[in-house]
Each structure stands twice: as C-alpha cells, then as structure tokens.
C-alpha cells in the first residue's frame, strides 16, 4: 500500500540536574583552576551570535530540561580552548579557539559544533560531580591526584564519544579533522609545557581522540540501521536497535521514537478494519497485518511499552509536545478514550499553544478526535473534528474523512515500480547477503540473537553495507550505503547533492517519507534516499532482506 508519511521523526534532549560541586571546572584541557581574566564578549558580537547558534542548537538537540542549561560566553581570553563550570552553571569558548574552528572552512561549524558539545557533554554526564565525589574518598593526596587524572581522563574520552553523538543529532556532520584541529590547538595553546599528570601531551590526546572517534562512528551506523530498519518495517529489531542505544545515551528523542516503533510493531498485531484510520503518529507508516484480535494480550502489551517510552521522554521534558500527542494515539489504541482524549487536548494541543516548535500538533489533537470519535461511532462530531483540522491545512484529516464518509482514495500503490535492480556501482546486495566479503569494520551484539555487523567499501570506495543478522540468519537486513565523497549515481541518475525534487522527478513518490532531526529518507521498493540540509541528497542506501 502507498504510504506517504507527513510527520516528523525526532525529539531533542535537555540537561540533568547539577548539586553544587566543589570541582569549579572541566576545560578541552581539564585545566581546573580558575581565572579572573574571561570577561565576555557582547552578545551583539557578531562572532557571538555565530558560536551561540551552535550552542542553541545542541541545547534543544539534547532536549533534557530538568535542569536550566548552562549559560554561554565567548571572551578573549586564551588560556583553556573552552570549559564548563559547573557550579554557574557555565560554558566559556575562547575567541581564539573559534578561530581555530574557522580555519576549517566548510567543516569549520562541525568543528565548533565538536568543540562545543565536548563541553555540553561534561555537564550532560556529571563529570565535575563524579571528579569531586570520588576524590572525597581518597585516603591522601597523591591517591587522590592519581585518581583526579584517571577520571579525567575517562571524563574527556567520554565527552569525545558521546559530545560527537550530541553534534550529529543536533544535525551537524561529524567532524573527521579532530587529528588536525588538536595540532592547531596544541601549536596555538602552549600545552605541552604543562604538567603531564594533569594535560595529556598531543600524542596521547590524538590516542584518545582516536578511540572516541572508532566508537562514535560504531554509535552512529547503529542509529543509522535502527532508522533503516524502521524505515522497511522491521520494527521489532530497529526497537532491539535503539534500546541498545540507550545503554549508552539517552535522550528524548531515542525514547519517543522507541515508543513510535513500538507502536508500529503493535499495529501489526491488529486486522485493517480495526486502524482503517492514521494516526497522528510522528511517524506514520501505516502499518497492516492479519493476524487479528488472537494477539490482542502482545500488542497491548507492546502500546504499554510505549507508553513507558513516551513518559520516559516526558520526565526529560515535561513540555515535549510529541511524547503527549504519540502517548494519546497509544491510548486510542487501548480504547482508553478518556486518557486519549485527555493527552490530545490537555497536554498537547495545549502545550502546542505555547511552542511554536509543536504548533502542528494541535491540529494534529483535532484528528486524533476526530479519530476517536469514528471509533465510538460518532460520525458527526467526528466529521467535525476532521473539518476543523482540514480547516487547518491537515491533509491527514482529508484522509481520514474520506475513510469515514466511504469515499474512494483512489490510487494507493506506489505509481513508481522498479524496471531494474538498484546498485551502487555493480554491487550485487544479494549475492553479497549470501556470502558476506571485505572489510568487516565493526561487530555488535544488540541484545541476544541480534546481532550489528558493517563492512566497508565491498566493491566501490566510500560505501559501506549495514547489515542486522537475527538468530544466525533466520532473519537478516542488509543495506549498502554510499559514503561521503560518493561518485556514481543511482540507477536512475541521482547523485550526491542533488535535490529533492530531482528524486521524486526520477522516483516519483515514495513509499513512504521518513522525517529525522537531520533530515529525511525517503523509501522505494529498492532504495532509501537520505535528503540532509538544504533539501540535497547527502546519501542513498540499497537494500535487501531475507528469511529462511
């Protein structure tokens, strides 16, 4: 069935609360001693406002607001590259060390956005309050100083790994000059005068640097393949995907898509007839099986589950607009329909009045109404509800009301149908899938029988193929995927930047359309194109699974 999704899938983070630390500081360098020097640029700097929509960026991108985030400021001083104090709560950048980040021309924002997200990180992660806690213990001073430098040490690996998966989530590209940048750093910053016991030298933080680096590039192919596996409706292994995630980072937005997949995993436990409307899922895919009310125990239980998730957002960001309106559509789904009604109107729609960010999602509250009351057999106040948001631009509620008045939808299959096999370059996925060969990069258990495998550059450079392997080969997905820097073109003559009206010129509508916080995928039969910034094709992927 043709498909077209019009809901965005993504949520951000915001930050975990501070006690009051004794630890004043945690700097790029993790130079703790204070400085009376670092009086601030204007916030009219224009320097500023370049470097404080960045931070803005990665603020909202984290999306934790239990706790206020910290202040930014840029000053003249150059001293540290830049640090967070953690008992202001704030984020000081040196002037110069943004010089350093320009010097990267295009990828000069990815390297702010880095640098920036390093610092973000130690106070996401509590570093200044592991740093005092644990020394408090020390039974003297050197134990103590020993143990200061292991966990700044840990501390700063850390805030590399996980600062990185904060930058890319908030839709920058990773930046891959890290070696170059601490050159320029260390050339620019007399660093290697100071004591060893307290600032790693440059060939040790390159080491560092390295192992972050190996770890946040297996961190991101395995939120890539959750994605693609969501994307083809593999639901059950794309939630295993993001809940291993979790282990490592958590954010709003990993548990409220967690929860809209589960959703989707339960829907394929209900007969048409029973979700002949969309839901106002951010995602909505539309999901379809047969299998019937036998199954009703495992998918309330599995919109339980989600439920758990959309609260999980909710207790990072209690003004998370999403995680309300997709918790309402799971109580619709349990025929709760006083709870759902509570969370469409209430919590959402409400909520959506007061953050331009969510306004979509009060006319999105009217559909699920109007949903609701179809299913209670209220076709009038129903039709009334899909009035209102149709009043409101929803093309989702003219679905819905053609649905209720029996009015044909006409075509509702792809109109586009491959001629020919999908390739990237002459790459035979299948045959690959059958024998797997070349560069294996990385290799994850996701949780028992799931397995992560990606192999890079099988036939051409730049590509890579992610594969998801359930129980040794019962059940496997495998997706090639061109890299950055990419040449060829698709089997219909896209390549890298090209834009997004050049795909569906070529393509035609998609199956479905795929929203992510740093663009979108857009799926055919055979191919997935990832859409980045600007509308441009960024990547595309083949794919092919199988069973046995």
């Not at 991108?61 to 001083?77: K, L, S, V």
């Not at 997200?117 to 050197?142: I, M, Q, R, V």
């Not at 002949?276 to 999901?287: F, G, H, M, S, V």
Request: some cysteine.
């Amino acid at each position: 069935m043709y498909v077209k999704n019009i809901f965005p899938f993504f949520c951000c983070i915001f930050l975990l609360a501070m006690p009051a630390l004794h630890a004043q500081s945690t700097s790029f360098v993790f130079k703790p001693e204070a400085d009376d020097d670092a009086t601030p640029l204007p916030p009219e700097n224009s320097t500023y406002k370049a470097a404080y929509e960045v931070y803005r960026n990665l603020v909202h991108a984290r999306g934790d607001n239990r706790f206020p985030a910290p202040r930014f400021e840029m000053t003249g001083r150059s001293k540290k590259v830049a640090e967070i104090l953690y008992n202001e709560p704030l984020i000081l950048l040196e002037e110069k060390a943004y010089g350093i980040c320009r010097s990267f021309g295009p990828d000069s924002t990815n390297a702010l956005a880095q640098l920036l997200a390093h610092e973000l990180t130690h106070y996401y992660e509590k570093h200044g309050w592991n740093l005092d806690f644990s020394s408090s213990f020390a039974a003297s001073k050197p134990i103590k100083d020993s143990l200061k430098v292991a966990l700044s040490l840990l501390n700063e690996t850390q805030a590399d790994y996980l600062g990185g998966f904060l930058a890319y989530s908030a839709g920058y590209d990773v930046f891959e000059g890290n070696s170059a940048f601490l050159d320029k750093v260390y050339k620019t910053y007399p660093l290697d005068t100071l004591d060893e016991s307290t600032h790693p030298n440059l060939a040790k933080r390159r080491a560092m640097t390295k192992a972050s680096a190996e770890k946040l590039a297996e961190l991101i192919e395995i939120f890539e393949t959750a994605n693609y596996l969501a994307a083809i409706g593999k639901y059950a292994d794309a939630r295993a995907f993001y809940k291993n995630i979790l282990k490592t980072y958590q954010s709003r937005e990993i548990y409220n898509n967690l929860g809209v997949i589960t959703i989707f995993e339960a829907l394929t436990y209900f007969n048409e007839s029973e979700v002949k409307y969309r839901l106002p899922l951010q995602l909505d895919l539309e999901p379809r099986s047969s299998k019937g009310s036998g199954f009703a125990d495992t998918r309330n239980g599995l919109l339980e589950e989600a439920i758990r998730y959309f609260d999980s957002a909710i207790s990072l960001d209690e003004d998370y607009v999403p995680a309300y309106l997709n918790k309402a559509c799971a109580y619709t789904l349990l025929e709760d329909y006083e709870r759902a009604n509570f969370y469409a109107t209430r919590e959402a729609a409400q909520r959506a009045q007061n953050n331009p960010a969510f306004a979509k999602a009060a006319t999105d509250a009217l559909v699920l109404q109007g949903i609701i009351a179809a299913r209670q057999e209220d076709k009038a106040k129903a039709e009334a509800f899909f009035g209102l948001a149709i009043g409101q631009g929803s093309n989702l509620a003219k679905y819905n009301k053609k649905v209720l008045l029996g009015i044909d939808q006409g075509e509702t299959e792809s109109p586009f149908s491959m001629s020919a096999p999908e390739k990237v370059d002459d790459f035979d996925l299948p045959l690959f899938s059958r024998s797997p060969f070349g560069k294996q990069a990385y290799t994850e258990k996701v949780e028992d029988k799931l397995m992560f495998f990606e192999f890079t550059a099988p036939a051409p450079k730049n590509s890579k193929v992610l594969i998801s392997q359930y129980n040794n080969g019962e059940r496997n997905a495998f997706f090639h995927i061109t890299g950055k820097g990419y040449q060829g073109k698709s089997g219909r003559n896209i390549k890298i930047g090209d834009s997004l009206k050049a795909v569906t010129d070529a393509y035609k509508e998609p199956l479905r359309t795929i929203e992510l916080s740093n663009g979108q995928l857009l799926v055919y039969n055979q191919v997935i194109f990832r859409i980045g910034m600007g509308d441009k094709v960024k990547s595309w992927a083949v794919y092919y699974s199988s069973s046995r």
